[in-house]
Nanobody
Framework: EVQLVESGGGLVQTGGSLRLSCAASGFTFDDYAIGWFRQAPGKEREGVSCITSDGSTYYADSAKGRFTISSENAKNTVYLQMNRLQPAATAVYYC?????????????????WGPGTQVTVSS
């Protein structure tokens, strides 16, 4: 059974940093793409970043230069380092996975989802 569990969310001031973790189990980690998504109240879920099965990384324009996605295959964990956070980043952050080479951050391409972790950036 595929399981994804996010952690690392919380309350941070504008300009601060957080590192989110996504612990994965139940599948061959190297064969899957992992993505980070977020959903703010009243808004659609949007892609933030993804890492493909071969380690390529992609970022939404809002994340470029401030967020970094990485994976630690030995721990079946993907991280999202978020720096210089702004209030607009306040949302529930989800990690998602699916098999194969996925280089899009369209949520419909990812079939497995974690429960999410809340990130709140205060002004």
């Amino acid at each position: 059974e595929v399981q994804l569990v996010e952690s690392g969310g919380g309350l941070v001031q504008t300009g601060g940093s957080l590192r989110l973790s996504c612990a994965a189990s139940g599948f061959t980690f190297d064969d899957y793409a992992i993505g980070w998504f977020r959903q703010a109240p009243g808004k659609e879920r949007e892609g933030v970043s993804c890492i493909t099965s071969d380690g390529s990384t992609y970022y939404a324009d809002s994340a470029k230069g401030r967020f970094t996605i990485s994976s630690e295959n030995a721990k079946n964990t993907v991280y999202l380092q978020m720096n210089r956070l702004q209030p607009a980043a306040t949302a529930v952050y989800y990690c998602a996975a699916d098999e194969g080479y996925i280089s899009t951050m369209n949520p419909t391409y990812f079939g497995f989802w974690g429960p999410g972790t809340q990130v709140t950036v205060s002004s």
